[in-house]
């Protein structure tokens, strides 16, 4: 990081000085070539004076004394013959009406021009006015003579471009130890007290000092979470497994038991048919638990998210065919069972789990309706609710009821033949549809469950 700051620094003096050098240079050459320009002015209007005054237009060979190596002096008809040249034979030399400089001297007075001379093989600034006798005077110099004299400022200008390069070097050194020693205390002192008093010495890294102050701690709170998440799950795992023995254990026994007296013909032949039955019922109701705890498997963790939950689906429908699907159970049991509200009402879900969720709130509220109770399963836009006149939930209990294996009343549980996981698959398939339960229970008065979707 030292190395790429110092790096970035130097480059950026370098690229300052370059940047300096040249503009230096394009500010000196401008006003070598204004002062120049002024220069051939000046001499342009002496000669005119003593054009003038001398009337040389009669003789134009005597402007030779006014010529120099650096000045050459021309002088123009005005039909662009060359009447006098200090640098060529006038006779030998192309007509100049179609130069620039003297094509603005005949229109404007006046006239400029740089350009390449082929006479004098050089780049040449021109400086043209008319006279009043028509002609046109031109003075002309050599673009060398300029860079004659910039050349000579060269050396001053690579000395000034080497102080700032070797400037920029030090004070990149002396600027990337000065960034990095507080930065280089902060990574020393990560996880000791001394941290807390960094920021009082570099006000610039506060902010910095108080995020790592903060993530750490963030960081101690995730592991905490974590931690505690883990031994819950590790206590929710055990608890489940214990709970899963004794309801195994329990029909087993029940099987095991008939069929050892079956086998052993210490059964009474008319009590075989009675044995077999119990043994049947107690199998049905190992399939059930093994079938729920598969359910609840799948609805586990990261196995939800194998379900389609684009699906559109009419809550009716599912309502219906959970009503049709239970009319037998609520006949036995003598409950009426009614199907009521929307039919038009329509949520993006999966259609399966919400028959599972609405197939289990049904069948619990059978089981723990008494005869002649009325179940009512209510569509509304967004949410299914089923309500019954059973025997209610303690208040105490209403907010354990859909953990796994719980029961109000066990020994009544175990007469309606449930499994003790109806309504906890009904909370995780909630989870797996983002949907919400409010359930609201009276002992003695009946049960409401109000299941909430996302339109």
């Not at 503009?23 to 070598?32: D, I, K």
């Not at 903060?214 to 929710?236: V, Y």
């Not at 789990?353 to 109770?373: A, C």
């Amino acid at each position: 990081m030292k190395g790429r700051i110092r790096y970035s620094l130097i480059c950026m003096g370098v690229i300052a000085a370059l940047c300096a050098v040249y503009f230096t240079m394009l500010v000196f050459e401008g006003e070598m070539a204004g002062q120049l320009k002024s220069q051939l002015r000046e001499n342009l209007r002496l000669i005119e004076t003593a054009y003038v005054g001398e009337t040389l237009g009669d003789e134009p060979q005597k402007l030779a004394k006014f010529a120099s190596k650096d000045l050459r002096i021309t002088l123009i008809d005005s039909k662009g013959g060359i009447l006098y040249d200090s640098d060529a034979e006038a006779v030998k030399m192309e007509n100049h009406n179609d130069r620039e400089e003297v094509v603005d001297a005949f229109a404007k007075g006046v006239g400029e021009d740089l350009r390449y001379s082929s006479t004098l093989q050089a780049k040449v600034f021109y400086f043209a006015k008319r006279l009043n006798d028509g002609n046109v005077l031109r003075l002309g110099m050599r673009q060398a003579n300029l860079q004659q004299v910039f050349s000579k400022t060269i050396p001053y200008l690579i000395a000034l471009l080497a102080a700032i390069v070797a400037a920029s070097i030090l004070i990149a050194i002396g600027l990337s130890r000065a960034f990095i020693s507080p930065l280089q205390k902060l990574v020393d002192q990560l996880g000791t007290p001394e941290l807390m008093d960094i920021e009082n010495v570099y006000k610039e890294i506060a902010p910095l000092v108080n995020t790592i102050r903060k993530q750490d701690l963030e960081l101690q709170l995730t592991i905490e979470q974590l931690s505690n998440e883990k031994q819950k799950i590790t206590h929710l795992k055990d608890e489940f497994t214990a709970n899963a023995s004794h309801e195994l254990k329990t029909p087993l026994t029940s099987i095991s038991g008939y069929a050892e007296l079956i086998e052993n013909d210490m059964a009474k032949p008319e009590d075989v048919k009675v044995f077999a039955g119990k043994i049947h019922k107690e199998a049905l109701r190992l399939q059930s638990i093994a079938n729920d705890i598969i359910t609840l498997s799948k609805l586990d963790g990261q196995q939800g998210e194998l379900f389609d939950l684009n699906e559109k689906v009419k809550l009716w429908n599912v309502a219906h065919s959970c009503v049709e699907d239970l009319s037998l159970n609520a006949n036995k049991k003598s409950v009426q069972l009614a199907l009521e509200g929307d039919k038009a009402a329509e949520i993006l879900g999966n259609s399966k789990l919400l028959y599972e969720m609405v197939f289990n709130l049904v069948d619990n509220s059978i089981r723990y309706t008494e005869p002649g109770g009325k179940i009512a399963v209510v569509v509304e836009p967004g949410a299914i609710v089923v309500k019954d006149t059973g025997i209610g939930i303690p208040e105490e209990c209403q907010s354990r009821i859909f953990e796994r294996f719980y029961r109000v009343d066990k020994s009544r549980s175990k007469e309606t033949g449930g499994t003790g996981l109806g309504l906890a698959i009904v909370k995780h398939i909630a989870e797996v549809l983002h949907a919400t339960i409010h359930l609201n229970s009276t002992v003695g008065f009946g049960t409401e469950v109000r299941i909430g979707f996302k339109v």
